[in-house]
């Protein structure tokens, strides 16, 4: 439930910022029960994206800028679907 509270605030903080906000999907992994996983990546035009998956809507990937513009991933997460 924190965790959908999380997503939550994070889907509404990005469509507060909704000018030229994109959000592409694609396909992530498959579960043990083979169950179809995608990625889903929201992201603005200040350089800032926000990357969950459909499996509990984790976020895999938060990149932002640095002062020199700069991107880089502040989540500690795993590369693909068998490590979550």
Excluded: E, R, W
């Amino acid at each position: 439930m924190k965790k959908l509270a999380i997503l939550g605030v994070t889907v509404y903080s990005f469509a507060q910022l909704a000018n030229a906000a994109t959000l592409n999907v694609k396909p992530y992994g498959t579960t043990q029960d083979g169950q179809k996983v995608d990625l889903y990546t929201m992201s603005n035009n200040n350089g800032v994206s926000v990357s969950f998956i459909s499996f509990g809507g984790v976020i895999t990937q938060i990149l932002t800028p640095d002062a020199q513009g700069k991107q880089n991933n502040i989540v500690l997460g795993f590369d693909d679907l068998k490590g979550y």
